[in-house]
Nanobody, 119 residues
Framework: QVQLVESGGGLVQPGGSLRLSCAPS????????MGWYRQAPGKQRSLVAG???????NYADSVKGRFTISRDSAKNTVYLQMNSLKLEDTAVYYC?????????????WGQGTQVTVSS
């Protein structure tokens, strides 16, 4: 069984930076497309940034110019670099990835990591 493992959340002051990481728990699974989502209390989960297998990127308007999604194929890891963080970026962040192995793929969710922006 494979899981998506997230790391990198925490507490940061407004204007600060954090980098989130997401990777499969087994190296025999590769990442096709992946997206980072977030969910704040009382709100629906929404897409923050996505990257396709071919490297195409998309971002929510609220994070454009501040967040960067990237992938390191050698490490089989996708990152979300978050700069100029704002109070409204506070949420639980989830990665969602289409993991492939042996010609078969399906989507998985990470366990979520808390990002709190507070002074």
């Amino acid at each position: 069984q494979v899981q998506l493992v997230e790391s990198g959340g925490g507490l940061v002051q407004p204007g600060g930076s954090l980098r989130l990481s997401c990777a499969p728990s087994r190296s025999d699974f590769s990442i096709n497309a992946m997206g980072w989502y977030r969910q704040a209390p009382g709100k629906q989960r929404s897409l923050v940034a996505g990257i396709t297998r071919g490297g195409s990127l998309n971002y929510a308007d609220s994070v454009k110019g501040r967040f960067t999604i990237s992938r390191d194929s050698a490490k089989n890891t996708v990152y979300l670099q978050m700069n100029s963080l704002k109070l409204e970026d506070t949420a639980v962040y989830y990665c969602n990835a289409d993991l492939a192995r042996g010609g078969y793929s399906r989507p998985y969710w990470g366990q979520g990591t808390q990002v709190t922006v507070s002074s």
